[in-house]
């Protein structure tokens, strides 16, 4: 399999091309900056573009197997567009290369699924870019791709475990979060196991 990860910088791509790696999986990283990228490997491609950029990302996505986004906004909590703009702009691509397979990083609160009255606080926080995500997985299910969906709850820079709760509905019962090496550990994980294609999925410990 040949993957290429866009957001392959940040806290969990940096995770997935490496675990991704580790698992014989080919994998071209799409960056902005690739001083960034800080692993090394014989099946490692690093392409340098900017993800708003509709050409530069159509021509990277061309000899793929799949798709990994684990793009985020630099809007943090302001109002934002930009996961949407960029993942028309991946979707797009794919169409144009023939390409069904994505797996997309999300959040938990997408599908205001988030219980209780911790959960409605978060959601109302997060108000902004869950919106934003949403737009882009509403775009994704839309073009009839081959999705995963990743609702991970807070991330955190803790060790990787490889044990994790999933919820198809909803989000795992009195979960809070989940490692960013775990998070990428369920998207390798996904890449090849049927049982996660067409499905959005809630992750946490």
Partial sequence: MKIIVFGATGGVGQQVVTQALAKGIEVTAFVRTPSKMKTTNASLQIVQGDAFNKEEVAAAIAGHDAVVSCLGSSQGMKKSTELAE???????????????RIVYVASAGIHKEIPGMSGKIVMMLLKNALIDHRNAVDYIQANELNFTIARPMSLTNDAFTGTYRESKETVPEKSRSIS???????IVKALSDAQYEYASIGIAY
């Avoid at 993942?87 to 390409?99: A, S």
């Avoid at 960013?180 to 369920?186: G, I, K, P, T, Y």
């Fill in 86 to 100: 960029m993942t028309k702009n991946i979707v797009d691509g794919m169409q144009t290369h023939h390409m069904k």
């Fill in 180 to 186: 960013r090496a775990d998070v990428a550990h369920f």
